[in-house]
T-cell receptor, first 115, second 113 residues
Framework: AQTVTQSQPEMSVQEAETVTLSCTYD???????LFWYKQPPSRQMILVIR??????QNATENRFSVNFQKAAKSFSLKISDSQLGDTAMYFC????????????FGEGTQLTVNP | NAGVTQTPKFQVLKTGQSMTLQCAQD?????MYWYRQDPGMGLRLIYY???????DKGEVPNGYNVSRLNKREFSLRLESAAPSQTSVYFC????????????FGEGSRLTVL
């Protein structure tokens, strides 16, 4: 079975600092797709960044970047220059080829950015 | 840009009552999903529809039924609500591309007393 684990239920960071959120997974597949979603207090789910497992280069979107370690089955999200608006629940998610079109989500990490 | 629209946004039910959550997307996406979100458990898939005319069970289908009415609409029905179904429900859709992300509705908070 494919599993996704976020071991940090809560994290906090000071404004303008850098924070890294962890995500690990277990699969025997070689091809899959990885995502980080953000859920602010408004409850809306927003895609932050995505990564294809076959790509060696780590994805970057402005202040957000990932550290994808395929052999270690690790997919962490780094937020640089944290802003108050980054306060949200963050979910990592995977789409495995054998699961068709379904996405599997981790448990989530609540990030609080302090002024 | 409507995206994914789900109704109602809030609902309170008594145990044993039935209700239907409605979802519609205007992005011509093939796949649609219903997830539930509970504290500490992330999002769990209830049912999904990979294309019009097909539906499949997810991780937690018991107590729910779905209908893919057409390409745009995917409804979730609770026939006899139970307190364990108190949750926030999200509808989502996805285009057919391999890297396609999910687009989510705003969620529906359901309380079963």
């Amino acid at each position: 079975a494919q599993t996704v684990t976020q071991s940090q239920p809560e994290m906090s960071v000071q404004e303008a600092e850098t924070v890294t959120l962890s995500c690990t997974y277990d699969t025997s597949e070689n091809n899959y797709y990885l995502f980080w979603y953000k859920q602010p207090p408004s409850r809306q789910m927003i895609l932050v960044i995505r990564q294809e497992a076959y790509k060696q280069q780590n994805a970057t979107e402005n202040r957000f970047s990932v550290n994808f370690q395929k052999a270690a089955k690790s997919f962490s999200l780094k937020i640089s220059d944290s802003q108050l608006g980054d306060t949200a629940m963050y979910f990592c998610a995977f789409r495995f080829e054998t699961s068709g079109s379904r996405l599997t989500f981790g448990e989530g990490t609540q990030l609080t950015v302090n002024p | 840009n409507a995206g994914v629209t789900q109704t109602p946004k809030f609902q309170v039910l008594k145990t044993g009552q039935s209700m239907t959550l409605q979802c519609a997307q205007d992005m011509n996406h093939n796949s649609m999903y219903w997830y539930r979100q509970d504290p500490g458990m992330g999002l769990r898939l209830i049912y999904y529809s990979a294309s019009e005319g097909t539906t499949d069970k997810g991780e937690v289908p018991n107590g729910y039924n779905v209908s893919r009415l057409n390409k745009r609409e995917f409804s979730l029905r609770l026939e006899s609500a139970a307190p364990s179904q108190t949750s926030v429900y999200f509808c989502a859709s996805r285009a057919g591309a391999n890297t396609g992300e999910l687009f989510f509705g705003e969620g529906s908070r359901l309380t079963v007393l």
